[in-house]
């Protein structure tokens, strides 16, 4: 089982989201666990209150250290292992291969949610990483730790109901997805691609390769490394029919 804590001003931000969906069923399963601390519940302070003025004047509040440091030796007192993560827009970005990193390694991953101009900077002092979800400002750690947990429990076999769909989501691979089509066949003169209706797997299985090339190499082309032999040889033949796209020559031939 998968195991997170959270440490948060906002529980009820990270309770909501966690009731829902493929995250709702797999805690529901007890495929994973997250524990949600509430800061306030860690400060001596009479009114609760977790923060202050910054040191040296400016803008906002900071976040005070003290409450941080309780619920962080709290969780750590049963000597479990454990990587305490600050999500923090100055940390190393997250992507699925980290989520991946995370996933293998086998200890509890604690998330630390900042509010506010941030937090005490002596808070570097007794975590492990930062963490960040992009480049970019949110106003709390709370949707990076969602983020987080989402893409991890994803990971945890059982915890979708095909485990194919995971492996063949974007990045899992190395490139980007395939294109998808549902019901109807035709939705206001746009058709789905002849080949999805065909019932022949083999043929299926090329054009969603191909495509899946052929979205990576549109969107991400920094994405396409160490192909195979096969994926090689289907960015070769998109490349040339990229080429006779553009001199004007069309091929309906392809996949009839
Ligand atoms: C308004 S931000 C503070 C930003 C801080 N003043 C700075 O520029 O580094 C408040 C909190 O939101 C979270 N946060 C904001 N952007 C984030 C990002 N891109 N990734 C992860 N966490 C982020 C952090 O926990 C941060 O402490």
Known sequence: ???????????????????????????????????????RDFTSDKHKKVDDSP???G??????????????????????????VLL???????????????YNENQELVLVCGRYEGIDERIKNIIDEEISIGDYIISGGELAAL???DSIVRLIPGALGD????????????????????????????????VLLSGDHKKIALWRKKE???????????????????EMQILKE??????????GVHDESVYN
Not at 175 to 181: G, I, N, V
Not at 219 to 225: H, S, V
Not at 238 to 247: A, G, P, Q, T, V
């Open 55 to 57: 040191y040296g004047g």
């Open 163 to 194: 485990e194919s769909s995971a492996k063949e989501d974007s990045f899992m691979r190395g490139f980007l997805d395939y294109p998808q089509y549902t019901r109807p066949e035709e939705f206001n003169g746009m058709r789905v691609p002849n």
């Open 1 to 39: 089982m998968k195991e997170f804590d959270v440490l948060t001003i906002f529980p009820e931000l990270i309770e909501c989201y966690l009731i829902h969906g493929v995250i709702g069923k797999a805690l529901n399963k007890g495929l994973a666990e997250v524990k949600i601390h509430n800061l």
């Open 88 to 102: 923090s827009p100055q940390g190393r970005v997250f992507s699925q291969k980290v989520a991946q990193e995370f």
């Open 238 to 247: 998109l490349c040339s029919e990229i080429n006779r796209n553009i001199l």
């Open 147 to 149: 983020v987080i947990i």
């Open 212 to 230: 899946a090339l052929r979205n990576t190499l549109q969107k991400r082309p920094d994405l396409l490394k160490n192909l195979s032999n096969e």
């Open 59 to 84: 803008a906002g509040m900071v976040m005070q250290i003290e409450s941080f440091y309780n619920v962080i030796n709290y969780i750590k007192s049963d000597g479990q292992p454990r990587k305490v």
